[in-house]
């Protein structure tokens, strides 16, 4: 029997774009889900099918307010927790303050973890913790180990400081008070319910709009490794099954690909045909951040599976089919740079 069947799941955030794919999941491997989530980014409709059947249990709440994380955590046995103050590239850099509160939701859903005696906490964390002295030259091809996340540490805005702080906390849990964990560092993630404060559905958006000229932050030549949402939800899973520790472990690709390259796919999957323009001022994060995934491959069995090209596909398919023109219109330049 799967160790998922009948067990008591909390997934904070689980509105969110991963956190409603996880729960999906896990609804699917048998759990038994709590969403909490006060919907500050995350959105019903993601859980629309699981509200009508009535297969998870939702709270609509803030966890930073007194009481809520410790009736949160009743009777359960898994947290994953996702729930954050986060966004797209626009906002983790321009925003500090708001990623900052991380610090404080992150330490007390640990906390009342572990006062309610759960059997393990998975932590959504982020290529972020990487130090920004290591990925700042496009033209080299490195890939990041989990050994590097070290002294000296040089995370990424408040935001990546807020996953690092919170993976170490995770460790010295598991350490001094012997409560299970995992991190998992997810890159750069896409897929359908991806949001537009994204790099990928940000292009799609734009293409889907008709822009022209086509705008693209940066010079187009940073490098990323963006990973399917898919092979996101199993490899948090199979991160829950298998480390106990506070280990750390990246969900990434090993795909690199250029930013440039990503709008020629998108513009040519689309059929959009745009004049492309560089806006060489606007935040671009780091120029190369990609993943090197054989931990998960040997602590897990995690390979990704869904290749750029097709996952882009799906998520242009998806996106084409649900989104109304004149709603991305009025929302896209505002949502580049918020949640
Ligand atoms: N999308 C990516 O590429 C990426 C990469 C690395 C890590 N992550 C992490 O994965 C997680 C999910 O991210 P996402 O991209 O799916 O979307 P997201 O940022 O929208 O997810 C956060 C969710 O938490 C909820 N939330 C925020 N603060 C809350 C609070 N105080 N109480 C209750 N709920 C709260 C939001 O409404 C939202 O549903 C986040 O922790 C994020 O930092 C995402």
Same mark, same amino acid.
């Given at each position: 029997m799967s160790l998922w069947q009948n067990s008591r799941v909390l997934v904070t955030g689980g509105a969110s774009f991963i956190g409603s794919h996880l729960t999906d999941a896990l609804v699917e491997r048998g759990a038994k889900v709590r969403i909490v989530d006060d919907l500050s980014s995350g959105k019903l409709e993601n859980i629309q099918e699981h509200l009508a059947n009535g297969t998870v249990e939702f709270i609509h709440a803030d =966890?930073? #307010?007194?009481g809520i994380a410790r009736m949160a955590m009743r !009777?359960? #046995?898994y947290v994953f927790h996702l729930a954050a103050d986060h966004g797209g590239r626009g906002y983790v850099d321009l925003h500090q303050a708001g990623p900052a509160s991380n610090l404080f939701l992150d330490g007390l859903i640990f906390w009342e973890a572990r006062l309610a005696g759960v059997e393990k906490v998975i932590f959504a964390s982020s %290529?972020? *913790?990487?130090?920004n002295f290591l990925q700042s030259d496009p033209d080299k091809e490195i890939y990041l180990t989990e !050994? =590097? *996340?070290?002294?000296?540490y040089d995370a990424d805005n408040m935001y990546g400081w807020a996953k690092l702080m919170a993976e170490l906390t995770l460790k010295a849990y598991y350490k001094e008070y012997g409560m299970k964990a995992a991190s998992c560092r997810y890159f750069t993630v896409y897929g359908?319910? %991806? *949001? #537009?404060?994204h790099a990928v559905i940000a292009m799609i958006a734009k293409a889907f709009i008709g822009q022209n000229p086509f705008e693209v932050w940066g010079d187009g030549t940073q490098v990323r490794n963006w990973t399917y949402i898919d092979d996101i939800v199993r490899g948090t899973i199979l991160a829950a099954e298998k480390?106990?520790? %506070?280990t750390a472990v990246n969900l990434g690709t090993m795909e690199r690909v250029k930013v440039i390259d990503a709008v020629n796919m998108v513009l040519e999957y689309t059929g959009h045909k745009a004049e492309i323009k560089l806006l060489t001022d606007m935040p671009t994060g780091p120029l190369n951040r990609v993943a090197d995934n054989s931990l998960a491959k040997e602590v897990l069995g995690w390979e990704p599976q869904v290749p750029f090209r097709e996952g882009l596909k799906r998520t242009v398919d998806w996106y084409f089919a649900t989104k109304d023109r004149e709603h991305v219109r009025k929302i896209l330049s505002r949502m580049l740079t918020e949640r």
């Open positions: =966890l930073r #307010e007194p !009777d359960i #046995e %290529g972020c *913790v990487y130090p !050994d =590097l *996340v070290k002294p000296p359908p319910r %991806g *949001v #537009e404060n480390i106990d520790d %506070g």
